[in-house]
């Protein structure tokens, strides 16, 4: 089964604007990945962050963490075409990753 | 430093027959993780290693087994294959346990059970 689920499945934008992406997940964690898989690079890790942070950047990229509401999101400012990818995130509860199903990204010339 | 490499990248078996990869991780990793991706299931866990000790184990049956060497590099054995074993398995490796830590995604081994 899997505990992290990515909102939305799928989402189609304009080169140069924002994509936003969610992940929820139902059991108490200690950290949270998010990663993204396009066919040309693989699987790559994108930002990891703990159970006791809010917020991270990485580059163009936000990651925040609300743990009451058992939830993070990921936010890619000023979009690119090489952004194109599938997005998961993966949940760390008692040492094991569970990975969500992904959001598909798509971004349109 | 040299990425996660795996074999082989491609394989074709039949129905009841097994097969083994293998996943050799970044230079200093000690642990190794591997995955089962499927269009329909997605990303599933399978299991992990650290210092040659199998450290967690996802929902999979006893066909799938794994080992890892004392030089890190791990092998996954599936026996008696299923056609739902197709799939692509990605092995990746971290400096500790995948949980806490950055993984390093090997480029996969595509299965096809026929």
């Known amino acids: 089964s899997q505990q992290g689920e990515e909102d939305p499945q799928a989402l189609s934008i304009q080169e140069g604007e924002n994509a936003t992406m969610n992940c929820s997940y139902k059991t108490s964690i200690n950290n949270l990945q998010w990663y993204r898989q396009n066919s040309g690079r693989g699987l790559v890790h994108l930002i990891l962050i703990r159970s006791n942070e809010r917020e991270k950047h990485s580059g163009r990229l936000r990651v925040t963490l609300d743990t009451s509401k058992k939830s993070s999101s990921l936010l890619i400012t000023a979009s690119r075409a090489a952004d194109t990818a599938s997005y998961f995130c993966a949940t760390d509860s008692n040492y094991q990753l569970i990975w969500g199903a992904g959001t598909k990204l798509i971004i349109k010339p | 430093k040299a990425g996660v490499t795996q074999t082989p990248r491609y394989l074709i078996k039949t129905r009841g027959q097994q097969v083994t990869l293998s996943c050799s991780p970044i230079?200093?990793?000690?642990?190794v993780s591997w995955y089962q991706q499927t269009p329909g299931q997605g990303l599933q866990f399978l299991f992990e290693y650290f210092s040659e000790t199998q450290r967690n184990k996802g929902n999979f049956p006893g066909r799938f087994s794994g080992r890892q060497f004392s030089n890190s590099r791990s092998e996954m054995n599936v026996s008696t294959l299923e056609l739902g074993d197709s799939a692509l398995y990605l092995c990746?490796?971290?400096?500790?346990?995948?949980?806490?830590?950055?993984?390093?995604f090997g480029p996969g081994t595509r299965l096809t059970v026929l």
């Open positions: 990746a490796s971290s400096v500790g346990l995948a949980g806490g830590n950055e993984q390093f």
């Open positions: 230079s200093g990793h000690r642990s």
